[in-house]
């Protein structure tokens, strides 16, 4: 019987070796013999598998440690909630509250509404921000008559906005929208890899504004004609999680997972080595075994798997090592409402670097769902770390919540005790695409095709959403099928 091993049991993995179990079967129940059998193998190094996808009920609290949500513009996270049984479990944003707002002179200031990412596709809000000066609108507004670029190859994000909607867009929306998706840095980051929509909107329109106003019409009336005829929830948001929080999803991929015969996960192993010897690859664990695979899939981070390629492939080794990453942390802190005067009328906050702030962002977790918090109970959320202040994920949990405290206060005038108070740290767990980063990603896409057996997956190379890695973890998976279905036409 052949084996696929999976190293790495975050989203990317997951997803992979559930693909790998319902295309075998979607192609048996369609009359086709679904191909040879085959056992899976997923190894995740740390306890738990789910990666950075990490959820723990408090007192009545439910706690994000690292994604709290998936975009359902990009259907994938969406269609497999729907696919594995949690119709019912989906949760959307509570709009009626949706307003964000930017740290501007030291106070909270309302996004104008209309901004998308950091298009303005509403000229009137814009107009009567405070967040914006009267110059700063002029030239944002001035976009719709900027000619597009002629020069084809990649261009930092920084330098696109600037060009586009001018110096204070860049250091009022888009650096601080950016550095809560990313926690990256414009200036270095890849807007071709990042955001290619944008890029496709200036070549065909001219414009982001016109090209963003045509978007949103498009997709308004995409809504309208599928309005009662979707099956589950009958409201879809931009943003949506689960009831009871995001790990419920990592539970019932592994719970359909380890359903199905001949598939196993191995939590606690570490994977020390991976050779390769004719068509099989033979795959090292820190309990000094060894086991021998068919196919082998490497979802976890491109440094990680810069190092266990060494041994079969050198060059590519040295071209995954220059994929960057960087760390974040984040803190989960409650207080009693009645403690809280400011209104919390909005999903949260983030913070331009220009403000010098220790926090990037802030999510006000219990006013963007329901059922984050008990009654009486509010519950924030705080980002630190980043590409501009990567060396605060190293202090203790104590100063870390003291940080957060002393930011909150000066932000949002709390000064009471917190009720809860939790750390959640990612070591180099965030990837940055940087300038250059498609045709990295295309040679080593190149490579790796001409490695058979030998795959590569994760949100280092085509996308960092949760949605993005499950539809990398799908696309993986067919891959293998069709190496397995090759194969066994030939023998």
């Not at 740390?46 to 690292?66: A, M, W, Y």
């Not at 001035?142 to 586009?164: H, N, Q």
């Not at 949506?240 to 001949?262: A, C, F, H, Q, Y």
């Not at 009486?376 to 405290?405: A, P, T, Y």
Request: glycine share 10%; hydrophobic share 40%; proline share 4%.
């Amino acid at each position: 019987m052949k084996r696929v091993v999976i190293i790495g049991g975050g989203i990317s993995g997951l997803a992979t070796a559930y693909s790998l179990r319902e295309h075998q079967e979607l192609a048996s129940g369609k009359g086709g013999h679904g191909g040879e059998d085959f056992e899976i193998l997923l190894i995740e190094s740390k306890p738990r598998v789910g990666g950075n996808i990490s959820t723990e009920h408090v007192d009545g609290f439910i706690l994000e440690g690292g994604p709290d949500c998936f975009i359902s513009e990009k259907p994938w996270a969406l269609a497999l909630c729907r696919r594995i049984g949690l119709t019912d479990e989906l949760l959307v944003t509570n709009d009626k509250l949706r307003k964000t707002f930017v740290l501007s002179r030291g106070k909270l200031h309302v996004l104008p509404e209309g901004v998308i990412l950091m298009v303005p596709t509403k000229m009137l809000p814009l107009a009567t921000s405070t967040l914006i000066s009267f110059a700063g609108k002029v030239r944002m507004a001035m976009e719709y008559f900027i000619p597009k670029r002629r020069a084809t190859g990649d261009e930092t994000l920084g330098s696109f906005v600037r060009r586009r909607l001018g110096a204070e867009a860049l250091d009022k929306i888009a650096e601080p929208l950016v550095a809560g998706i990313h926690a990256g840095d414009p200036e270095t980051m890849s807007v071709r890899a990042s955001f290619p929509k944008f890029v496709e909107m200036e070549s065909e329109y001219g414009s982001l504004i016109k090209g963003m106003i045509k978007r949103m019409a498009s997709m308004k009336k995409s809504k309208a004609s599928k309005a009662g005829g979707a099956k589950g929830p009958g409201k879809v948001t931009m943003f949506m999680t689960l009831k009871g929080g995001m790990s419920t999803l990592i539970d019932k991929i592994s719970e359909s997972v380890l359903s199905k015969p001949n598939t196993r996960i191995w939590c606690s192993a570490d994977v020390t080595s991976l050779t390769r010897t004719g068509d099989k690859y033979r795959i090292g664990v820190s309990d000094n075994s060894s086991i021998e695979a068919d196919a082998v899939v490497i979802a976890a981070p491109a440094h990680a798997a810069s190092r266990l390629t060494s041994e079969i492939d050198s060059v590519l080794s040295e071209k995954l090592k220059m994929i960057p990453y960087v760390s974040t942390a984040t803190i989960s802190i409650a207080y009693r409402k009645e403690d809280i005067e400011h209104p919390m009328n909005g999903f949260g906050f983030v913070v331009p670097r220009s403000e010098k702030r220790k926090i990037m962002a802030s999510t006000w977790s219990s006013i963007k769902f329901s059922g984050r918090a008990p009654d009486g109970s509010v519950l924030i959320r705080c980002f630190v770390g980043g590409s501009k202040n990567m060396e605060l994920v190293d202090l203790s949990d104590k100063e870390m919540i003291e940080l957060v405290r002393s930011e909150l206060a000066d932000i949002m005038g709390i000064r009471a005790e917190p009720v809860i108070a939790r750390v959640f740290r990612f070591k180099n767990a965030m990837p940055q695409y940087t300038v250059g980063h498609e045709e990295r990603i295309e040679w080593i896409d190149e490579r790796v095709t001409g490695t058979p057996g030998f795959y590569l997956t994760g949100s280092a190379y085509h996308g960092i959403g949760i949605a993005d890695s499950i539809r990398y973890g799908e696309i993986t998976a067919k891959k293998i099928l069709h190496q397995f279905q090759g194969q066994e036409a030939h023998s």
